[in-house]
């Protein structure tokens, strides 16, 4: 059977990959980001999944205000890589696991979380730069992977209550696909960040250590935190948190946090990043 491993919660921010595409990863200013992740190359080195469940948003590149999907699951046997403006980020295209796919979609959707089913869909920096944090830059990327795309962007995002439950749902899906496979779950986006108004620039740390210290113990605390609450918080953009919360959900009640990092800057934004791992 299909087993979910662990689960891995990083910020996607842009600037990020182009630091890295452009060789600039070796400066002290993105050192000290890149730095973060040393030991998280190791682990999913060595942890070798073989399908990453990935939890993004889209920001504008496969999606328009035109059709604006709460939860999109992508089902495709390939994902090619968003022109985000600058030319497509010179990495691999991102291969899916598309039975595996199906078989949440069907779980899911009979357990009543109606996921919007994508079968072609480009993929911009908010999939891409955590592979690359991850990953560095591989040839191939090392694992398939399941695009989950929420909307974060268009008011109203889902609570972080659904989307925790979601990922239940999400896991219990995994844990009923007939295949021995790897799998660890990506949540990613935040932490608090704000990229318009009077408050662009904003930043609260006090917010984003106190999500991290009950990420791993205490996640119903902060599946209960309201939209206005994170707007207030952690800034217009700090919304991407919930995100997490759909790996938070995925992942079991009792796990090990085994790797932990923030870091103010990069570009506008406080980057955090865990990985737990499920006890057995
Ligand atoms: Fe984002």
């Known amino acids: 059977m299909a087993k979910l491993i662990a689960g891995v ?15 600039r990863s070796g400066e002290p200013y993105w050192q000290k980001v890149f730095g973060g992740y040393d030991f998280s190359k190791k682990w999913i080195a060595e942890t070798k999944p073989d399908v990453v469940f990935l939890v993004y948003n889209d920001h504008a590149s496969a999606f328009s205000l035109e059709v604006i999907p709460t939860f999109a699951l992508g ?3 390939s994902f090619p890589i968003a022109d985000e403006g600058w030319g497509p980020r010179p990495v691999p295209v991102v291969k899916g696991h598309p039975d595996l796919a199906w078989h949440i979609a069907q779980s899911a959707i009979l357990d009543e979380f109606d996921l919007t089913i994508v079968n072609k869909m480009e993929v911009d920096h908010g999939l891409t730069v955590p592979l690359s944090l991850l990953c560095g830059q591989p040839k191939e990327w090392p ?4 695009p989950l795309c929420v909307n974060v962007i268009q008011y109203p995002p889902p609570t972080g209550h659904r989307c925790f439950m979601l990922g239940k749902a999400i896991r219990k899906a ?32 006090v917010f984003d250590n106190n999500f ?4 791993a113990t205490d996640p119903q605390s902060l599946v209960k935190i309201p939209h206005l ?8 953009e700090g919304i991407e948190l919930v ?14 946090e085994i790797h932990r990092f923030y ?3 990069a570009s506008n934004t406080a980057v955090g990043h865990m990985i737990l791992e499920n006890r057995h």
């Open 212 to 215: 991290l210290d009950h990420f």
């Open 75 to 77: 089902c495709a046997e």
């Open 243 to 256: 995100m997490w919360l759909i790996a938070r959900g995925a992942l079991d009640d009792d796990v090990k």
């Open 143 to 146: 694992f398939k992977v399941i």
């Open 174 to 205: 995994i844990d009923t696909f007939d295949r021995d496979l790897r799998v660890v779950i990506f949540g990613t986006g935040g932490m608090s960040h704000q990229l318009q108004g009077p408050r662009a620039g904003f930043i609260n740390k």
């Open 229 to 236: 609450e994170y707007l207030r918080e952690a800034g217009s």
């Open 263 to 265: 870091h103010v800057p």
């Open 9 to 23: 919660t990083t910020s996607h921010v842009p600037a990020i990959g182009a630091a890295l595409d452009n060789g």
